[in-house]
């Protein structure tokens, strides 16, 4: 039986970030050869081009935490229409210097939730149009955009009853996308 580590990239800072927490219970979902490794992005300095060549220590361990995986969990507000600063920030750091991208060919599920009824839908493509430039296979259906609602998480953290098998589904797309695309 294959191992799967996947590196879980969560694009909020927040505390109390609901996609964390999404996250979080999501992984609860996969089998048992699946797991999940939160990627730390708080600490990395702005992406700037004349670092490319002398690169801090929170950016080395960002793309060995990314190369290390073989497949990628992206969970993600959205903010303004789009993905956050910090998560396009983490994006360009282990895509730098130019053709030595760590993200290309890692399969990758994109999901988030929300307040809003619309759930993540704007950041989420917005982050697929990224990911098809850098070369991350990522899951096209089911998509999953999640508004936050009572019962989207039980008094455990763990996915609510309510939602249990719509994300129950999108995990078991996610596994077969990752199991089928994995190097």
């Given at each position: 039986?294959?191992?799967?580590?996947?590196?879980?990239?969560?694009?909020?800072?927040?505390?109390?970030?609901?996609?964390?927490?999404?996250?979080?219970?999501?992984?609860?979902?996969?089998?048992?050869?699946?797991?999940?490794?939160?990627?730390?992005?708080?600490?990395?300095?702005?992406?700037?081009?004349?670092?490319?060549?002398?690169?801090?220590?929170?950016?080395?361990?960002?793309?060995?935490?990314?190369?290390?995986?073989?497949?990628?969990?992206?969970?993600?507000?959205?903010?303004?229409?789009?993905?956050?600063?910090?998560?396009k920030n983490a994006i360009d750091h282990a895509s730098r210097p130019y053709g030595q991208s760590?993200?290309?060919?890692?399969?990758?599920?994109?999901?988030?939730?929300?307040?809003?009824?619309?759930?993540?839908?704007?950041?989420?493509?917005?982050?697929?149009?990224?990911?098809?430039?850098?070369?991350?296979?990522?899951?096209?259906?089911?998509?999953?955009?999640?508004?936050?609602?009572?019962?989207?998480?039980?008094?455990?953290?763990?996915?609510?009853?309510?939602?249990?098998?719509?994300?129950?589904?999108?995990?078991?797309?996610?596994?077969?996308?990752?199991?089928?695309?994995?190097?």
């Amino acid at each position: 039986m294959n191992q799967y580590r996947i590196a879980a990239v969560v694009g909020s800072l927040r505390k109390d970030s609901l996609n964390r927490k999404l996250a979080t219970a999501l992984a609860k979902l996969a089998p048992a050869e699946f797991s999940f490794h939160p990627v730390r992005i708080d600490d990395l300095p702005l992406y700037d081009q004349d670092d490319d060549n002398v690169q801090a220590e929170s950016v080395k361990r960002l793309k060995q935490d990314i190369v290390s995986a073989q497949g990628l969990l992206f969970v993600t507000p959205e903010y303004n229409r789009s993905i956050p600063g910090v998560l396009k920030n983490a994006i360009d750091h282990a895509s730098r210097p130019y053709g030595q991208s760590v993200w290309a060919g890692k399969p990758a599920g994109v999901l988030g939730v929300s307040i809003g009824a619309n759930g993540t839908a704007m950041a989420q493509q917005h982050l697929r149009n990224i990911l098809a430039y850098l070369d991350v296979p990522t899951l096209g259906q089911p998509e999953a955009f999640v508004q936050m609602r009572d019962g989207l998480f039980d008094a455990d953290g763990n996915i609510g009853e309510t939602s249990r098998d719509f994300l129950q589904n999108w995990m078991e797309h996610y596994v077969a996308w990752v199991s089928k695309h994995a190097c």
